[in-house]
């Protein structure tokens, strides 16, 4: 059989192999690349939900009662959704025409945005100016008389907010009107929120009402709802240590005085301005140091300088507590 490859040929084909193998090998592992939209935010758990829910279900029932009180008529709302959008989300599913506000939130001084829609808002104008709230045939900008009567029922649902996130170390209010094109301008398109929507109604209309809050807000609020979710026994132990250094700090009546003595009611009527009333009490006995009522330490009176003092001596054994039953908070 004929040779087809001299042995030159052959090790020339085994040196380009290697180079091949070396070169794959200094490449590294292969890397997965896959499609992420940087605009799009992430997706909440369902333990966050659940939280920034709960927070807001407590909001809307305490609303219902102090929105009811101002305006003198049935106010309901509820949580419809919570969700996380870009700005330009939230922006593109408002009305055209609508009422919007700018909310101050403290400490990160951060801006968050208030929305109502005006089917709702003319007819509580209508009842706050003494009407029955109806609604109006033609959904328009507020005039500014009109904003200003608003204007307290949005600082009512500011107030209400803060009384809720102050709980959690933050506090809500009430900043300006924002028109469509301040809104427009307050955030970049691409900026995640946070957006809680609430259905409110009062008699014969309903209408939204949308809260949208920058990152920066949203995850401060979500890490400390996580934080004061924790165990109920972790919170009742640091309340103990925090009771413990206001104590300290507290003053208590302190006492010199005699154990309890049995003196006839006789001898107590014949005292008169300059009497003297024995005691059957010995020198030689301690006397008893308490604090408010409960006795604390056996003790003899003595004297520094000019001041009158006393000399510990031992300790009273103090009653053991009563067994207190623990509960928990679900």
């Not at 305006?71 to 989300?89: A, D, H, I, K, W």
């Not at 154990?259 to 001898?267: E, G, K, T």
């Not at 520094?304 to 039953?325: F, V």
Request: proline share 5%; glycine share 6%.
């Amino acid at each position: 059989m004929e040779k087809l490859l001299d042995q030159d040929q052959i090790n020339a084909m085994f040196r380009a192999r290697r180079g091949e193998i070396d070169g794959a090998a200094a490449e590294g592992p292969k890397l997965v690349v896959k499609e992420y939209d940087l605009r799009h935010p992430n997706q909440l758990t369902k333990e966050q939900v659940r939280g920034i829910t709960s927070l807001h279900d407590r909001f809307g029932r305490n609303l219902e009662h102090s929105m009811g009180a101002y305006l003198r008529v049935l106010f309901e709302t509820n949580v419809v959704s919570v969700e996380q959008l870009t700005y330009g989300e939230f922006l593109g599913r408002l009305p055209d025409v609508t009422y919007s506000c700018s909310l101050n939130v403290a400490p990160m001084n951060a801006t968050a945005v208030l929305q109502l829609d005006l089917q709702l808002a003319f007819p509580l104008i209508d009842i706050l100016l003494g009407g029955q709230g109806q609604p109006v045939a033609e959904l328009r900008e507020a005039t500014e008389i009109e904003e200003e009567v608003l204007e307290g029922v949005v600082r009512l649902i500011a107030k209400g907010l803060d009384a809720e996130w102050s709980d959690h170390g933050m506090n809500i209010a009430f900043e300006e009107r924002r028109l469509a094109a301040s809104l427009q301008r307050l955030f970049p398109a691409a900026e995640k929120t946070l957006v809680i929507s609430f259905e409110a109604r009062i008699p014969n209309m309903r209408g939204a009402l949308h809260l949208a809050f920058p990152a920066v807000v949203a995850n401060t609020l979500m890490r400390k709802l996580a934080r004061d979710s924790g165990p109920r026994t972790k919170t009742v132990s640091h309340c103990g240590e925090q009771l413990k250094e206001l104590l300290l700090d507290c003053e208590f009546t302190l006492s010199l005085r005699t154990a309890s003595l049995d003196v006839p009611f006789r001898q107590v009527l014949e005292l008169a301005m300059g009497s003297i009333l024995p005691l059957p009490y010995a020198l030689e006995e301690p006397l008893i140091v308490a604090v408010g009522e409960q006795e604390v330490f056996q003790a003899h009176p003595v004297r520094t300088t000019r001041r009158r003092g006393a000399q510990l001596g031992g300790r009273i054994c103090l009653p053991e507590p009563k067994e207190r039953k623990e509960t928990s908070v679900e």
